[in-house]
């Protein structure tokens, strides 16, 4: 019943999200810029009883995804810019995001 629970909480978060962008999209890209998905996450493994480590160690997960994520919106960006389809801008920012990733962990393997 709470995964039901999560799952509903956490579509009407992004159905807002989506029909502020519709009326309003900076506003709308400002919301969604927010860590809503990450503090939502947070939230509910706290609520589940996870140990302050692990939420240590997911919060870290998610400043290490950071700068990839940057990248593919960038991408995402440049490529809606330059008038290509929305399918072929998110594959596009997708492997620039995973490249960055690969890219990041072999030069920062040891931290």
């Not at 240590?56 to 998610?62: C, D, I, N």
């Amino acid at each position: 019943m709470f995964a039901l629970a999560k799952i509903v909480v956490s579509a009407v978060i992004i159905g807002i999200v989506t029909e502020v962008a519709k009326r309003f999209p900076t506003f709308g890209g400002i919301i969604a810029a927010l860590p809503l998905v990450s503090l939502l996450s947070l939230s509910w493994l706290y609520i589940q009883g996870e140990q302050t480590p692990n939420l240590s160690k997911f919060v870290f997960g998610v400043l290490w995804g950071l700068p990839a994520t940057f990248l593919l919106l960038f991408i995402v960006a440049l490529s809606l810019k330059a008038s290509n389809s929305l399918i072929l801008s998110i594959v596009l920012g997708i492997g620039g995001w995973g490249v960055f990733l690969v890219l990041q962990n072999m030069v920062f393997k040891n931290i």
